[in-house]
């Protein structure tokens, strides 16, 4: 049973503070501080089962929340930046001495994939992987790891859950590989969006959505109180075009003004912190909330529209 969403990390790809700023040292009075204004890169838990995404932080952040990864059995990787899949981190099942004996399925778009793949390969040969490398490579994981192909568009069932990726308007390390955001349904019917990272979503994507309801949407706040990268930026939303997102989700009828909303992937330098994020979206008609490291949420089926 999944009675327990938890925010592991709620950072961009610096984190917050960025480490070259002064702002982890002992000397700033708000430096190396552990509070909500400490975030590590971003990654999600659902229950003991399921994790978005795994950066450079996840060791620390397992240890944080006193969770390991021993029940972990399926891992979404949303693209191929290194704050989302620290892959070195992650495949080391193996090696660990006590572990659950079962397999860890990894799931991604079929360009992360193939990126990931090559990227193995190259590492340990130097030379451009053939096709056939790349299959032997995804098979030298077994037993302790499978990958999984998801599509964008189609609903698939993982483990206890539903899910179904839709393109997020942000590329990773290649052009092909789109960002997956995930809907996601628990077995009691409740339904979310992890929209990271993305920018303002194309119209395809919108109109998925409207064929949806949500009970609750976590969305990227990269650029939070920046003003100056346009309406509708794609690659990374801010404070005012997260809020644009909303009121479509709310105009197509997917969520209500009502239905909780967390901003996170934040950067460092973008003029606000936690309780200015919070003053920010306080203005706004909508019931939005900035994310931090270790927010706990009991998932509920909220007011639909
Ligand atoms: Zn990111
Ligand atoms: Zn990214």
Request: net charge negative; aromatic share 10%; with cysteine.
């Amino acid at each position: 049973m999944i009675d327990e969403l938890l925010f592991l990390g709620t950072g961009a790809a610096q984190a917050v503070p960025a480490i070259y700023s002064r702002g982890l040292d002992a000397s700033r009075p708000d430096g190396a501080r552990a509070d909500k204004n400490l975030r590590t890169r971003s990654a999600f838990r659902l229950g003991r089962g399921h994790q978005i995404d795994a950066g450079p932080d996840y060791y620390m952040q397992s240890a944080r929340e006193r969770m390991s990864w021993f029940d972990l059995e399926h891992l979404f990787i949303t693209h191929t930046h290194s704050d989302h899949f620290n892959f070195d981190g992650v495949l080391q099942k193996d090696i660990s001495v006590e572990n659950n004996g079962k397999p860890v399925t990894i799931h991604m778009s079929a360009p992360a994939l193939r990126w990931f793949l090559s990227v193995w390969c190259y590492s340990r040969t130097l030379e451009s992987p053939s096709n056939r490398d790349l299959d032997e490579a995804r098979e030298s994981f077994r037993p302790w790891f499978e990958f999984n192909v998801l599509p964008f568009f189609e609903w698939r069932t993982v483990g206890e859950i539903a899910v179904c990726g839709v393109p997020g308007t942000h590329t990773g390390r290649v052009p092909d590989d789109l960002a997956m955001n995930l809907l996601m349904e628990l077995p009691d019917g409740f339904r979310m969006l992890y929209g990271l990272d993305t920018g303002y979503y194309d119209d395809e994507t919108f109109s998925f959505l409207a064929s949806t309801k949500l009970d609750m949407v976590v969305l990227d706040c990269t650029f939070g109180g920046r003003t100056d990268r346009g309406e509708f930026p794609a690659g990374h939303l801010d404070c005012a075009s997260l809020v644009h997102v909303v009121a479509r989700l709310v105009e197509l009828g997917t969520i209500t003004s009502d239905t909780p909303v967390y901003a996170s992937h934040i950067n460092p330098d973008q003029g606000l912190d936690h309780d200015g994020l919070a003053r920010r979206f306080a203005s706004e008609p909508y019931n939005i909330l900035p994310a931090y490291d270790g927010l706990r949420v009991k998932p509920r089926i909220t007011g639909r529209p």
